[in-house]
């Protein structure tokens, strides 16, 4: 029988790494995808997961069940992907490309994408780094352009801009 | 779709956002205009395809024993910081100690005019300043009311110093004087232990 979340994140904020080990287990794949989609790349992906992961280990004493673990998880990945990307960009120590379409060539797991979705998940990898990040966090995650710009540190009207450019390139690639 | 203007509309009347003075413009000029028509059934089923894909894809390999290492070495990271900021406060008290043993009076035989308080006072900034900075780097863990509270009275306590300073400079051989300077010394050490205390907790 699986065990109660609520319980799982109450031993987990005691110290209990078998617990957290299971909340791992039943995000991981949203995570990883959420980590896959915004960087366009599998290894980068998965270490900002094993990042997300461990920050929420050490954050999880702040979780107060306000929102939902789940909620409180995806943001604070989405969170450690924008800032590690910044930090790389100020150290210029990796050069941005349009990311690595064939990360996405076999996604696996139950909930594996139609013909189209993959199409559309190799278009979204194409895309330029900062309107695919607002493509995601919009259109894929459901966030708003006011809490994109917050976790971005742009405009709401630059998340804007972004999102529409995005949706026209991605037409572009899929011929529509 | 005829410019970016009416492109950011259209994307906007598919969100849902557009201005409501705006929508019966669009709404006219899509009654007449069929390439728009078309832009807007392909971005609404854009839309819809990206909130159909899978919210789940499993990395290629499992990340748990990486993710279960690193939380280990964090954990002995944190041990040992505690020990440091423990022999740190402990560093403190005998710095303090033996800070007031050279504030004694000038008959006692260890005590040199001028030296004796030059290193006092290095000791002084030393031991505040290494506590300073064990608090700075645990600032987070503090709640905002606790960081104004320390504030306030750090504030009120190094103007203290500052004024027993300037006075001991002017009669640098004041017994009274060395021993108000020491009070409020032992006071921000006492202050700083505690919020470092309280940052572990």
């Known amino acids: ?176 | 779709m005829t410019g970016p203007h009416m492109e950011a509309k259209l994307n906007e009347y598919v969100d849902g956002t557009l201005a409501a003075p705006d929508r019966p413009s669009v709404e006219a000029h899509l009654a007449e205009c069929a390439a728009c028509r078309d832009a807007v059934a392909e971005l609404r089923r854009l839309v819809a395809e990206a909130r159909g894909l899978p919210p789940s894809i499993e990395p290629s390999r499992d990340l748990w024993a990486a993710i279960e290492t690193r939380i280990a070495q964090r954990a002995t990271r944190n041990v040992q910081r505690l020990w440091w900021r423990g022999t740190l406060a402990a560093a403190a008290v005998l710095v303090i100690v033996l800070g007031l043993y050279r504030l004694l009076p000038s008959s006692t035989t260890l005590y040199r005019p001028g030296q004796g308080w030059a290193a006092v006072q290095a000791d002084f900034d030393r031991t505040t300043s290494d506590l300073g900075l064990i608090v700075a780097a645990e600032r987070e863990r503090l709640r905002p009311e606790t960081i104004a509270l320390l504030e306030r009275n750090l504030a009120i306590i190094d103007t203290a110093i500052a004024e027993s300073r300037a006075a001991l400079a002017r009669d640098p051989a004041s017994v009274e004087l060395r021993g108000l300077f020491a009070a409020a010394a032992r006071q921000k050490v006492e202050l700083l232990r505690w919020a470092a205390r309280l940052a572990a907790s």
């Open chain 1, 1 to 176: 029988m699986p065990s109660d979340p609520t319980d799982l994140i109450h031993r987990a904020q005691q110290g209990d790494r078998t617990a957290f080990e299971a909340l791992y287990r039943a995000h991981a794949g949203r995570v990883y995808a959420l980590c896959l989609r915004l960087t366009a790349d599998r290894a980068l992906a998965e270490e900002r997961t094993q990042d997300a992961f461990v920050r929420a280990w050490e954050r999880l004493g702040s979780f107060r069940g306000e929102s939902a673990f789940s909620s409180w998880l995806y943001r604070l990945t989405v969170n450690e992907v924008l800032l590690a990307r910044r930090a790389e960009r100020r150290r210029e120590q990796r050069v941005v490309t349009s990311g690595d379409p064939a990360a996405l060539e076999r996604p696996r797991g139950a909930d594996t994408p139609s013909g189209s979705a993959l199409d559309l998940e190799r278009a979204v990898a194409a895309l330029p780094a900062g309107a695919r990040e607002v493509f995601v966090l919009h259109d894929v995650e459901g966030y708003r352009h006011e809490e994109i710009a917050e976790l971005t540190d742009i405009a709401v009207g630059t998340s804007k801009a972004q999102l529409f450019r995005a949706r026209r390139l991605l037409r572009e690639a899929l011929n529509r």
